[in-house]
């Protein structure tokens, strides 16, 4: 009789096993949501971040990460010089320019 019982007791645990492609399955779609939803975006914002630093050029008026709004006034390649008012020019790093603003956004701020 003790015969018949590991044999039922074999067969409910390898029932019980779960099937490995399935697993393969799950674990390939975690990955592609996961491209798809975290690493494809910052790669992309990313790119552009990289395409808005190497276009910039003397003239362009831009914003900071800290919220400064100025005009570049001398761009070198770590570097870029901003002006803020008339006697302020400040140096920031390229990679603290956050955007580049329209034409004429520092003069329609300043005419508030």
Known sequence: ???FISAA???EAAAAQPNTMV???FLGGFIVVFYFMILRPQMKRGK???N???ALQKGDEVV???GIVG????????????SISE????????????????KGTIKAIDDE
């Open 48 to 50: 552009e971040q990289r």
């Open 52 to 54: 808005l630093l190497s």
């Open 87 to 102: 006697s302020v020019q400040l140096k920031f790093q390229k990679a603290a320019v956050a955007a580049t603003l329209p």
């Open 1 to 3: 009789m003790s015969f």
């Open 9 to 11: 007791y074999a067969q």
């Open 71 to 82: 005009r570049v006034t001398k761009v070198t390649d770590e570097f870029v010089v901003l």
């Open 23 to 25: 697993t393969w399955i």
């Open 64 to 66: 900071t990460t800290g």
